[in-house]
Each structure stands twice: as C-alpha cells, then as structure tokens.
C-alpha cells in the first residue's frame, strides 16, 4: 500500500481515457495501491456501453464478496448512478478533507468531489460498499 498523498498527487488531473484511466481502472488501482484490495479487470467495451456496464456492476460475481454500508468509511467502493442497482460510474470514498469521492470521467479526468456535491450536481444515487471480509 503506497501513502495516500503522494498517491493523489501522482494521479490528480490526470486526463480520462476510455480504454486505460477509466473511472473502474481508478478504482481498482486505488484499492489495491491505498488498501490493498484486488478488484476484477473491467472489460473495455463496457465503457460504451451504459446497460452492460449497469449489468455487469450489479450482477458480477465478484460483487457478492461486497456489501453495503449505510454510511461511508474510508475506502469504500462507491457505486454511483441514477438507480439503486444499476450504477454506471464508480469511485472510491476518502475519508478525509470532510469525505471526499475519488472518480474520473471524462470532462474532469481524475478528482476529489464532495458525496453530497456530485450526487447533486448528477443527481445520482451513491452506493458505498465494503468488503465482507477485512
């Protein structure tokens, strides 16, 4: 596990990219770089495609060794999207500076947002998740 500071001033601003710095690509290197967490490889193509990128966070098997949290904790997976169970777009919460989102997407690149400012600003439903096991 790297330290957090120098892994968010490496990867702050850096640009988006459909194939290679995606927002499951961030994800899953911050899990594993900052909590030591291994999340599956995401396959290119569901970043074109809204419905099975929904399809295949609800329903990939990797997400039963997950499970829902109430409140955000540091570390958390966060799922995010317009509808409980068919999240598009993922992060990974810091608690830290008041609770920060850590995201990419594509007008951004690679930012820290406020929970309650980007499920506003997208009107967006936020889904933390937990390991099961710690």
């Given at each position: 596990?790297?330290?957090?500071?120098?892994?968010l001033?490496?990867?702050?601003?850096?640009?988006?990219?459909?194939?290679?710095?995606?927002?499951?690509?961030?994800?899953?290197?911050?899990?594993?770089?900052?909590?030591?967490?291994?999340l599956?490889?995401?396959?290119?193509?569901?970043?074109a495609?809204v419905?099975a990128?929904?399809?295949?966070?609800?329903t990939h098997?990797?997400?039963?060794?997950?499970?829902?949290?109430?409140a955000?904790v540091?570390?958390?997976?966060?799922?995010?999207?317009?509808?409980?169970?068919?999240?598009?777009?993922?992060?990974?919460?810091?608690?830290?500076?008041?609770?920060?989102?850590?995201?990419?997407?594509?007008?951004?690149?690679?930012?820290?947002?406020?929970?309650l400012?980007?499920?506003?600003?997208?009107?967006?439903?936020?889904?933390?998740?937990?390991?099961?096991?710690?």
């Amino acid at each position: 596990m790297s330290d957090r500071a120098a892994f968010l001033r490496r990867w702050r601003g850096a640009a988006y990219d459909k194939v290679e710095r995606n927002c499951w690509w961030l994800a899953a290197l911050a899990q594993a770089e900052l909590f030591g967490r291994t999340l599956p490889a995401a396959d290119p193509a569901l970043v074109a495609d809204v419905r099975a990128r929904a399809e295949a966070m609800a329903t990939h098997p990797a997400r039963a060794e997950w499970r829902e949290t109430p409140a955000p904790v540091d570390g958390a997976l966060v799922l995010m999207g317009k509808v409980a169970g068919a999240e598009t777009h993922c992060g990974v919460y810091l608690a830290q500076d008041g609770g920060l989102i850590l995201h990419t997407d594509e007008r951004h690149g690679v930012v820290l947002d406020p929970p309650l400012e980007l499920a506003a600003a997208r009107r967006w439903r936020l889904t933390y998740l937990i390991p099961k096991v710690q």
